[in-house]
């Protein structure tokens, strides 16, 4: 990945007030959709035997230009591409877009794709410049529009920034119908030298962005992804991502169990969760989080309220809260008899509401019970409502409606939302005019409730005290070494893990001797096993030297050693704690239920690097087994307080040792009743030795 551009560099490209084109029809497309959008700045075109476009004079070449131009398209070749570029830095222009592709995305057709995209980033030097293979950005709230294609969108005096790396995804944006202001959109393409992270630092810091939205195919530069993290808690401005990925091969085949549970995508998801960055899973989600984000920003909860005209449609909502980390918690006693007194005997007064139609048509009455719900304390009020066509019907008692929910928001200062179950029965012009009064038009119910549980997540994190930087070391040169049992728990011991008292042996009859020392019953490993139990390379509970001579004997063919250990009491559960390198996040632990539980619940949470005890015990409480930890149906509790320093100095460790250590599985940790502590009971280790 080549160094990224810094976000502060971007401020001439993204606001110009200037704006030079180069190329052709493209060009000439950027020159027509920024005068039509009412841009005010100087727009320069540039080509070798044309007068004019579209009414503007055009300029024979880079040092023909009136000044250094703030932003420029270039859209020409792929060739031509590279000495403009280097003209213009030579030049002092603020940035450019490339829209050329036939670069690094290109490779198999283009064998000097690569070499290009080099020449590319070199020739621009410290200017900044966008793509190659992208559309470039359209900025809203000044009309200026590198853009060389048609968009839906609108000028506005603020709003969202969304950005992505497909130009073709951002057309699809930009012809959104949800009343959603899009003050920027943006494209990266290739990310050569400027990626989504530092292009959404810059629009983040636009005082008239409110939120920013990232699709995200591949993260960039994980500092700037930080810093984008950083500043969104600071500026009280969320940002919201949809990464894309979840379908990927998480990693390579590995001797552990711990890349089944720490794929690609649960990576992605726990650095944005680190990061105070929201996730959602579809673009229809992505946009209606920003809605929210735009109009009201975080929740204070994940509490809301639903009412409705149907019996039908409170259904439908309570059952995709399902799953869901939404609460509709009851009402307040004082909120009962004023909605009683107002929707009649036959409404059964709960939350969800169905509220019949009773007073449907009747605003007074309307806004009375939707401003009594609103009254709850609930962080965000919902009210479904799907319009007729209106083409065929007439929509004034659904006008009424919207009114009442308007007015009661107003008279309460509680954050509303009108839910579309389905898209298309929200008119635009409607939900245009619910923003403007503060009110949030939602087009779906799962979309409603997915942007609620986001916004909610997004206050939750930044409610946290901020983390330290992600653990950013490389692996040192060298070949791959798998440590035994015996000395993988030897390092870990040294470092704080409990493990049980061992014997090490070369011989059956050592194992024997050793077992005696210990004390019986023991558990007998065969030493150079991967993966032991499968191998017949484990026995338990033996009780005689007898029966531990005659076990190793029979292991003889696939151990080259032993190790003999005292036997643990039984466990209230057995734990997981894995580390992996993600090529992205670098090291990460990953804690979860272990034993021959990990493949069949695939119950495991996952922690970046560095992490705090207070994080560690949010995890291990947001597993399925923590039930069992809590002393499940009469069973005794477990030792969670010696369960969370396990994990911690498992932690310790893989900071200490981040340069060399590739993989480490230690399954299971036997978490013992409360009070009696933790035991690893087995430990593997893969780690780089340094080449000589």
């Known amino acids: 990945m080549v160094k990224q551009l810094a976000p502060g560099s971007l401020d001439r490209l993204i606001r110009p007030k200037s704006i030079a084109v180069f190329g052709g029809k493209e060009a000439g497309r950027v020159v027509e959709q920024s005068r039509k959008m009412g841009y005010k700045g100087d727009i320069w075109p540039v080509h070798p035997t044309k007068d004019e476009v579209h009414g503007y004079k055009c300029y024979r070449s880079v040092a023909n230009l009136p000044a250094a131009p703030d932003a420029a398209f270039v859209g020409v070749n792929r060739s031509l591409t590279i000495e403009i570029m280097r003209q213009l830095s030579e030049r002092g222009a603020g940035g450019a877009i490339c829209y050329a592709s036939g670069f690094s995305e290109a490779v198999k057709e283009l064998p000097d794709g690569d070499e290009l995209q080099a020449k590319l980033v070199e020739a621009a030097g410290d200017m900044a410049v966008v793509g190659p293979n992208c559309y470039g950005f359209i900025n809203m709230l000044d009309g200026a529009l590198l853009w060389p294609d048609q968009h839906g969108m609108v000028r506005t005096e603020r709003g969202v920034a969304v950005l992505t790396q497909s130009s073709n995804i951002a057309c699809n944006i930009s012809m959104q119908m949800r009343g959603l202001p899009l003050a920027y959109l943006m494209t990266a393409g290739n990310q050569a030298q400027t990626g989504l992270s530092a292009l959404a630092v810059a629009a983040l810091e636009d005082p008239r962005v409110t939120a920013v939205g990232l699709h995200i195919e591949g993260f960039d530069d994980l500092e700037t992804l930080e810093l984008l993290g950083r500043r969104a808690r600071e500026l009280k401005k969320p940002v919201v991502a949809l990464k894309m990925g979840k379908s990927e091969a998480a990693q390579k085949a590995t001797v552990s169990h711990t890349a089944s549970l720490a794929g690609n995508d649960t990576v992605s998801g726990a650095v944005l969760e680190r990061l105070g960055i929201g996730r959602v899973k579809s673009l229809p989600e992505l946009l209606e989080t920003l809605k929210l984000l735009h109009v009201v920003g975080t929740l204070e909860s994940n509490a809301i309220s639903s009412m409705s005209c149907s019996g039908g449609e409170a259904s439908l909502i309570a059952d995709s809260a399902v799953g869901r980390n939404v609460d509709f918690r009851d009402l307040k006693p004082e909120q009962y008899r004023p909605l009683r007194d107002t929707l009649g005997a036959m409404v059964t007064i709960s939350n969800p509401?169905?509220?019949?139609?009773?007073?449907?048509?009747?605003?007074?009455?309307?806004?009375?019970?939707?401003?009594?719900?609103?009254?709850?304390?609930?962080?965000?009020?919902?009210?479904?409502?799907?319009?007729?066509?209106?083409?065929?019907?007439?929509?004034?008692?659904?006008?009424?409606?919207?009114?009442?929910?308007?007015?009661?928001?107003?008279?309460?200062?509680?954050?509303?939302?009108?839910?579309?179950?389905?898209?298309?029965?929200?008119?635009?012009?409607?939900?245009?005019?619910?923003?403007?009064?503060?009110?949030?038009?939602?087009?779906?119910?799962?979309?409603?409730?997915?942007?609620?549980?986001?916004?909610?997540?997004?206050?939750?994190?930044?409610?946290?005290?901020?983390?330290?930087?992600?653990?950013?070391?490389?692996?040192?040169?060298?070949?791959?070494?798998?440590?035994?049992?015996?000395?993988?728990?030897?390092?870990?011991?040294?470092?704080?893990?409990?493990?049980?008292?061992?014997?090490?042996?070369?011989?059956?009859?050592?194992?024997?001797?050793?077992?005696?020392?210990?004390?019986?019953?023991?558990?007998?490993?065969?030493?150079?096993?991967?993966?032991?139990?499968?191998?017949?390379?484990?026995?338990?509970?033996?009780?005689?030297?007898?029966?531990?001579?005659?076990?190793?004997?029979?292991?003889?063919?696939?151990?080259?050693?032993?190790?003999?250990?005292?036997?643990?009491?039984?466990?209230?559960?057995?734990?997981?704690?894995?580390?992996?390198?993600?090529?992205?996040?670098?090291?990460?632990?990953?804690?979860?239920?272990?034993?021959?539980?990990?493949?069949?619940?695939?119950?495991?949470?996952?922690?970046?690097?560095?992490?705090?005890?207070?994080?560690?015990?949010?995890?291990?409480?947001?597993l399925k087994i923590s039930k069992l930890l809590g002393g499940y149906r009469g069973q005794p509790k477990g030792d969670i307080d010696a369960l969370v320093a396990a994990v911690a100095s498992a932690a310790d460790y893989v900071v200490s040792n981040a340069s060399n250590i590739e993989e480490l599985d230690i399954n299971p940790?036997?978490?013992?009743?409360?009070?009696?502590?933790?035991?690893?009971?087995?430990?593997?280790?893969?780690?780089?030795?340094?080449?000589?």
């Open 353 to 622: 509401l169905d509220y019949h139609t009773f007073v449907w048509g009747n605003g007074e009455k309307q806004t009375h019970a939707f401003s009594t719900m609103m009254q709850g304390g609930y962080a965000l009020n919902l009210v479904i409502l799907d319009f007729p066509r209106a083409d065929r019907c007439d929509p004034v008692d659904w006008m009424t409606t919207v009114n009442a929910v308007i007015a009661a928001h107003k008279a309460t200062g509680a954050n509303a939302g009108i839910v579309a179950s389905m898209g298309e029965n929200l008119p635009e012009d409607v939900a245009t005019t619910l923003v403007e009064n503060g009110v949030v038009p939602f087009m779906g119910i799962d979309e409603a409730l997915a942007a609620a549980e986001t916004a909610a997540a997004i206050a939750v994190a930044w409610a946290k005290p901020s983390q330290e930087p992600l653990l950013k070391v490389a692996l040192v040169d060298g070949d791959s070494i798998t440590l035994t049992e015996a000395d993988a728990k030897g390092e870990l011991a040294a470092a704080g893990m409990p493990v049980p008292k061992g014997w090490i042996a070369e011989t059956p009859e050592d194992a024997a001797r050793g077992a005696e020392m210990i004390g019986f019953p023991v558990a007998l490993k065969g030493l150079g096993v991967a993966h032991k139990t499968e191998a017949g390379a484990v026995k338990l509970n033996l009780a005689t030297c007898e029966a531990v001579q005659q076990a190793a004997e029979a292991m003889k063919g696939v151990a080259s050693g032993f190790l003999v250990e005292k036997m643990v009491g039984k466990p209230v559960a057995e734990i997981i704690i894995g580390a992996m390198r993600d090529p992205v996040a670098g090291p990460v632990l990953t804690v979860g239920a272990g034993g021959i539980l990990v493949e069949l619940l695939e119950d495991a949470a996952l922690l970046t690097l560095p992490t705090a005890p207070e994080n560690i015990r949010s995890a291990i409480a947001g």
């Open 669 to 692: 940790i036997m978490v013992l009743p409360e009070g009696q502590g933790v035991v690893a009971a087995d430990a593997l280790i893969r780690r780089r030795r340094k080449a000589s």
